[in-house]
């Protein structure tokens, strides 16, 4: 089983953001995964930046690799967990 966790917005609905793109792929793929919510404020999301060097959400780290931008772990996800 694949160890996953999403570092994703505060906002609650996974249909306004590329947070909720993500999870929405996750959970249709079959995909456990662990969310964790970061503070709204960029300047308070140095965890985000020790794992990436940057401070935008969201961040898959799967497998013990983190994946940037919503639109790149999409393609990480359908290129590598069937659905």
Aim: hydrophobic share 35%; aromatic share 4%; glycine share 4%.
């Amino acid at each position: 089983m694949t160890a996953a966790t999403l570092y994703r917005c505060p906002n609650r609905t996974n249909w306004l953001c590329p947070c909720g793109r993500v999870a929405r792929e996750l959970r249709s793929r079959g995909v456990e995964f662990e969310e964790v919510r970061v503070p709204h404020r960029r300047r308070d999301r140095a965890q985000i930046d020790e794992l990436t060097g940057q401070r935008h959400v969201p961040v898959l780290v799967i497998d013990e690799q983190a994946i940037v931008d919503s639109r790149r772990i999409v393609e990480y996800l359908r290129g590598s967990i069937p659905a």
